[in-house]
């Protein structure tokens, strides 16, 4: 099989990428002018790993026409990862990206003459604000959403889901929760804004406050006791989508999939297992919402609003999951947070 990927010099992407390496004809990733020397050197020891230039948010994708037709002559099967995922960027920086950018991808897939399926990397976080069970064919619920991110997510996969009602492709959508690095001390960890790497850069820079909070016997913080943190180790989203990939696709036209450890933490046990970690001796609990919450998150030094990247009160069914990859060995939290916080101190 030959595989045109975009995304793929990504934290996700290039653990992906080198995972397939060994099982798949070529690699195609897709990659902007300006990281073209950083792509070379991550992919270097891989020869059927080839880098190609070009850009989502152009409506050619790939300005080589030479390439282009080599690409869209060989290549069977798409994977969509690239996107905006910084819950702070601006609402331009992800229309462009998430909704522009896979309308663009969605357009030049009708010039692959082999292709039979087209994956998609969508996130959980299209939940919103949702508080029921979300199921995996499910999206269009009457959420809101959180910031721009969420929202164009969420837009791009409604196009990615009427693309492929209308299209004779197997479609994959996949939905994985919020990245955790697990291998240990030196290992690399996702962007710092992203769901609990933002806290922990907060518990950093926290620690000339020590003495102050470990003098206190509770730190109230702004979370609902119900909500937990939906998350799944980097190996066992890359294991999940790796054997997708390879997987000879039959039964429905569209399917999706929720991508999430076995036994997500609470908000709670999360905070206080990341204190326990950065040497605060303090007990976390829930605060009820009160606009006394601004004050003490001004004077503990947090964001009002912090807890909301890293938290959910949906819960996600996992049944195609379930079905079609029955084998598969998710690592439970209780397992692998050890590993998961000793990344942390290293790296922080």
């Given at each position: 099989m030959k595989l045109f990927?975009?995304?793929?010099?990504?934290?996700?992407?290039?653990?992906?990428?080198?995972?397939?390496?060994?099982?798949?004809?070529?690699?195609?990733?897709?990659?902007?002018?300006?990281?073209?020397?950083?792509?070379?050197?991550?992919f270097k020891d891989y020869a059927n790993v080839e880098i190609v230039c070009g850009d989502i948010t152009h409506p050619n994708i790939i300005t080589d026409e030479k390439k282009l037709k080599e690409v869209c002559t060989e290549v069977e099967s798409i994977f969509h990862l690239a996107g905006m995922c910084d819950p702070d960027a601006a609402y331009r920086d992800c229309l462009v990206a998430n909704v522009a950018g896979t309308q663009n991808m969605l357009s030049f897939s009708g010039l692959f003459k082999k292709l039979r399926v087209f994956h998609y990397m969508s996130t959980i976080s299209v939940c919103g604000n949702y508080s029921g069970t979300l199921k995996e064919e499910e999206l269009e619920l009457g959420q809101e959403f959180n910031n721009h991110y969420e929202k164009t997510k969420y837009d791009a996969e409604i196009l990615v889901r009427n693309w492929a009602f209308s299209h004779q492709i197997f479609t994959r959508i996949y939905r994985p929760g919020i990245l955790i690095g697990v291998g240990g001390p030196g290992?690399?960890?996702?962007?710092?804004?992203?769901?609990?790497?933002?806290?922990?850069?907060?518990?950093?820079?926290?620690?000339?406050?020590?003495?102050?909070?470990?003098?206190?016997?509770?730190?109230?913080?702004?979370?609902?006791?119900?909500?937990?943190?939906?998350?799944?180790?980097?190996?066992?989203?890359?294991?999940?989508?790796?054997?997708?990939?390879?997987?000879?696709?039959?039964?429905?036209?569209?399917?999706?999939?929720?991508?999430?450890?076995?036994?997500?933490?609470?908000?709670?046990?999360?905070?206080?297992?990341?204190?326990?970690?950065?040497?605060?001796?303090?007990?976390?609990?829930?605060?009820?919402?009160?606009?006394?919450?601004?004050?003490?998150?001004?004077?503990?030094?947090?964001?009002?609003?912090?807890?909301?990247?890293?938290?959910?009160?949906?819960?996600?069914?996992?049944?195609?999951?379930?079905?079609?990859f029955p084998r598969l060995n998710k690592t439970a939290y209780h397992h692998f947070k050890e590993n998961n916080f000793k990344t942390v101190v290293a790296n922080f």
């Open positions: 990927i975009t995304g793929g010099t990504g934290f996700l992407g290039r653990s992906l990428v080198k995972q397939l390496a060994p099982q798949l004809k070529k690699i195609y990733v897709l990659v902007r002018k300006g990281s073209l020397a950083r792509s070379h050197k991550i290992k690399e960890v996702p962007k710092f804004n992203d769901g609990p790497y933002y806290f922990f850069e907060i518990l950093s820079k926290l620690k000339s406050k020590k003495l102050l909070l470990n003098t206190l016997k509770y730190l109230p913080l702004p979370f609902d006791k119900k909500s937990h943190l939906p998350i799944i180790p980097l190996e066992d989203c890359v294991d999940i989508l790796s054997k997708s990939i390879l997987k000879k696709q039959t039964g429905r036209k569209i399917k999706c999939y929720h991508l999430l450890a076995d036994d997500c933490p609470t908000v709670q046990e999360f905070m206080q297992d990341s204190f326990d970690t950065f040497g605060f001796s303090v007990s976390v609990i829930p605060l009820p919402p009160s606009k006394v919450n601004h004050v003490i998150m001004d004077k503990v030094g947090f964001p009002k609003d912090f807890s909301k990247s890293m938290s959910s009160q949906c819960l996600f069914d996992q049944e195609n999951l379930k079905k079609d």
